[in-house]
T-cell receptor
């Protein structure tokens, strides 16, 4: 069974620090990876997509992909209390059309 | 530029009734996906549709659940004879057509409560 694994947390970081969120996936042939943010009681919001090995930066967010290690991460610089949410890693497995499989999410708490 | 729209936002049904959830994708998007999220659990894929076609329904329960995306109008997720275990948040997402563009954008969800 193809899976996406995340530590459920909570991950607590002080305001202004770097938050590092990690995700591993089981299908070596996967090509498409996403990070979503979900506030309690709200719908998931797309933060980043990444398709190639390496880093992709967007504002305070950096996604990192290592296909050889089947590992994708999200760094949040200068963390703010408003970043406190659950972060969902999502993967399109090989042969999966556009079906996205989500991890169970990591809860991030940014402490003022 | 309207995002993905879902209605109703909240739906209460008694056991045995039918629930009908609607989703209108973002303008220009032709792919629709339905997900279910139980309290304190992750998002579970249910079905992927294009206009008039079900592409992947591997996450749909075999009984009582059906989905459609007609040529005109919104996508509909239908749950017949609801049971308490169907209480959940149901999210719809959409993505644009074409190869290489796979980002999905979510609607606000429908919270179904079965009493």
């Amino acid at each position: 069974q193809k899976e996406v694994e995340q530590n459920s947390g909570p991950l607590s970081v002080p305001e202004g620090a770097i938050a590092s969120l990690n995700c591993t996936y089981s299908d070596r042939g996967s090509q498409s990876f996403f990070w979503y943010r979900q506030y309690s009681g709200k719908s998931p919001e797309l933060i980043m997509s990444i398709y190639s090995n390496g880093d992709k930066e967007d504002g305070r967010f950096t996604a990192q992909l290592n296909k050889a290690s089947q590992y994708v991460s999200l760094l949040i610089r200068d963390s703010q209390p408003s970043d406190s949410a659950t972060y969902l890693c999502a993967v399109i497995f090989s042969g999966g059309y556009q079906k996205v499989t989500f991890g169970t999410g990591t809860k991030l708490q940014v402490i003022p | 530029n309207a995002g993905v729209m879902q209605n109703p936002r909240h739906l209460v049904r008694r056991r045995g009734q039918e629930a009908r959830l609607r989703c209108s994708p973002m303008k220009g998007h032709s792919h629709v996906y339905w997900y279910r999220q139980l309290p304190e659990e992750g998002l579970k894929f249910m079905v992927y549709l294009q206009k008039e076609n079900i592409i992947d329904e591997s996450g749909m329960p075999k009984e009582r659940f059906s989905a459609e995306f007609p040529k005109e109008g919104p996508s509909i997720l239908r749950i017949q004879q609801v049971v308490r275990g169907d209480s959940a948040a149901y999210f719809c997402a959409s993505s644009p057509p074409g190869q290489g563009v796979y980002e999905q954008y979510f609607g606000p969800g429908t919270r179904l409560t079965v009493t």
